[in-house]
């Protein structure tokens, strides 16, 4: 039987040292990317796995995090951003050593009791929240359980004392960005089509729209006339557009809350100029220009939260293009506009 490949031998195959080999596993945000690249490539080309008995029998975990798949989304879009989450999620957890137990919940309450049943089978180590909203159980109840979790998502309306790690994408600058894009190209009449008032999502991406157009000199009797706030989905975004289309002064562009609501706007015609959110596959099949979230490095940085906590592995992040601040543990990441013909 050929020798077991040890973490010295994937150190020198790559010319590092063996932190640098067990930073890129465990805390991959400390080290450069064409180190890395170095690194993963000869974990790949030796064949070289961690031991993760002997990694369970030394701390006594399971080596598992659990996260929700959300629920099944009808206009097929949404979901994407969820999937795409996931996926870096399972591949951030596994370099770090790690595997992620997925479960389904309906809604808050049906998530808090499939926890108590994760924990009494599974055991996870760890939890990943997501859809995070106001007054949201989920987090107060892991907290006095003491069981560590991060969450894709800001505390809405949560007091200071009672924060907890997290990571999210600063929806504000997308939507700013956005709407700075269309003031360039000449447009004045910028309309937003976002959610009801409420979903701390929803109204984070309407503010970056309205900061940047009173800065720009709208007054808020103007910003009332061309805020439209509506449910997801492609049908609200055509009627919606359509509403703001017909009125007496009609807007020429809009910025969309998500590239659903983008969608049913494209669908209303007339030749308006129209930005999304997410940038998902419908968004570049149909050209739509959307704004794109670092959801490979969301995953990343939550994963490097939950191992800072786990296992004690991280100091500071190094910063990054996307990265807005880093706390230690609250992560805000930028996302960036995609140009496409729409707009």
């Not at 690194?39 to 993760?52: F, K, N």
Request: with cysteine; charged share 25%.
């Amino acid at each position: 039987m050929a020798d077991k490949v040890t973490i010295a031998d994937v150190a020198r195959h790559a010319g590092v040292s063996r932190q640098t080999v067990s930073n890129v596993l465990n805390a991959p945000e400390l080290v450069r990317e064409h180190t890395q690249r170095r690194v993963l490539e000869a974990v790949q080309a030796l064949g070289y796995r961690a031991s993760q008995a002997a990694r369970q029998m030394r701390t006594g975990r399971s080596q598992l995090i659990a996260a929700r798949i959300e629920p099944a989304q009808d206009d097929g879009i949404n979901g994407f951003v969820f999937d795409r989450f996931l996926h870096g999620l399972t591949e951030s957890a596994a370099l770090a050593g790690y595997r992620v137990l997925l479960y389904t919940a309906a809604d808050h309450e049906a998530e808090l009791a499939t926890f108590d049943d994760l924990l009494g089978v599974y055991v996870p180590d760890a939890f990943v929240l997501t859809s995070l909203d106001y007054g949201d159980p989920r987090p107060a109840w892991l907290l006095e359980q003491r069981i560590p979790f991060v969450t894709f998502g800001r505390p809405w309306g949560v007091p200071p004392a009672q924060r907890y790690p997290w990571v999210d994408v600063d929806g504000a600058a997308g939507t700013a960005a956005a709407t700075r894009y269309l003031l360039d190209a000449g447009h004045r009449r910028i309309g937003f089509l976002g959610w009801p008032a409420g979903s701390g999502v929803g109204d984070d991406r309407r503010e970056g729209w309205a900061r940047t157009l009173t800065a720009a000199g709208a007054e808020p009797a103007e910003l009332a006339e061309l805020d439209y706030r509506t449910d997801d989905g492609a049908p609200h975004g055509e009627a919606a557009a359509r509403a703001l289309l017909d009125r007496d002064r009609p807007v020429t562009a809009l910025v969309c809350v998500s590239d659903s609501l983008a969608l049913g706007a494209l669908q209303a015609g007339r030749g308006i100029a129209v930005i999304g959110f997410d940038d998902t596959p419908v968004a570049r099949a149909v050209g739509l220009t959307s704004v794109s979230q670092p959801l490979s490095e969301v995953a990343t940085r939550c994963v490097s939260l939950l191992t800072r906590a786990l296992d004690g592995n991280g100091a500071g992040a190094r910063a990054r293009e996307t990265q807005a601040y880093d706390t230690g543990t609250e992560v805000l990441l930028r996302p960036s506009l995609v140009r496409r013909r729409s707009a």
